[in-house]
């Protein structure tokens, strides 16, 4: 059996092509890459980091879990009064998600350049904000709230919603600028105001990836929420600072078990909404 003319054609056309580099792209290439490993190696000579004591280090490590946060006092995370901390820290990363949420869908619309009300002072102001917010990271935040309002969940709260709106915006504007201008435009021509262009003609082209984003960014947030305590925001943080500064090692060990299991437990969660989403596209 013999193959057609078109099909030897199209086999042909899609046979691999080899090419090789040729000057100047060849040495800007090795260049690069010869320019990355000085860097590297400047930066370790520079720094003075004693790589001798890299590997010896696991071993260390071993050692000290083994000696000192080993077993974890389990007991010691059941307990009501630290489960009541827990509670306390989810709730932080909920409220934080969503009231960044809810600020970052009007702030991606505005930091959105082809939907933006006025690209010359309202895009600029909305991007300000959003890079604000993503600039400073959510620790240096709560540092600063508790400064300011003290110890407790309220400082807590505003921080970590001060970071979702940043992390948030400047995904939902990404995700407005990158729309299908057709259908805007169609509903521009009727007359249809500024709120019912968006309502309309961007909400459901983006519904799937602010879905999306908005579970990623819970997921996040409750990342953040079960350390900023340490820094005087309360919840599952503050325990663990408190026995960290009394040097009670096994209680250490068993705060941190409890943290992984819930951002595991969150992360498991987060994919299947994230895959129930990816169904209803």
Not at 62 to 74: E, K
Not at 179 to 198: N, R
Not at 229 to 246: D, E, I, S, T
Request: proline letters at 4%; aromatic letters at 14%; a positive charge.
């Amino acid at each position: 059996m013999t193959m057609g003319n078109s099909d030897h054609i199209g086999a042909v056309a899609v046979a691999p092509q080899w090419r090789r580099f040729r000057f100047p792209a060849s040495l800007i290439r090795y260049g690069v890459v010869l320019g990355v490993f000085l860097l590297l190696g400047y930066s370790i000579e520079y720094l003075e980091i004693p790589l001798e004591r890299l590997f010896p280090m696991f071993g260390k490590i071993g050692h000290l879990v083994t000696d000192r946060y080993y077993p974890a006092d389990i007991d010691y995370i059941l307990d009501a009064t630290y489960l009541g901390s827990v509670v306390d820290t989810i709730q932080m990363a909920y409220l934080s998600a969503l009231f960044g949420l809810l600020i970052s869908v009007p702030l991606g619309w505005f930091a959105s350049y082809n939907m933006t009300p006025h690209r010359r002072f309202v895009y600029p102001l909305a991007r300000l904000v959003t890079m604000l917010g993503r600039a400073v990271h959510e620790m240096i935040w709560t540092i600063l709230f508790v400064s300011i309002l003290g110890f407790g969940m309220l400082p807590g709260v505003l921080a970590l919603t001060v970071f979702c709106t940043g992390f948030a915006a400047k995904l939902f504007a990404e995700e407005i600028e990158a729309i299908d201008m057709g259908p805007v435009e169609a509903i521009k021509a009727t007359g249809a105001s500024l709120f019912q262009v968006f309502v309309y003609g961007v909400i459901p082209q983006v519904r799937v990836a602010f879905t999306g984003i908005a579970i990623y960014t819970w997921d996040v947030a409750f990342r953040a929420a079960t350390v900023v305590g340490f820094f005087g925001a309360g919840g599952m943080g503050w325990y663990l600072k408190r026995n960290v500064q009394q040097i009670e090692t096994e209680r250490v060990a068993a705060i941190l078990l409890s943290i992984v299991v819930l951002v595991l437990l969150s992360e498991v969660v987060s994919a299947w909404a994230r895959a129930k989403v990816a169904k209803s596209k």
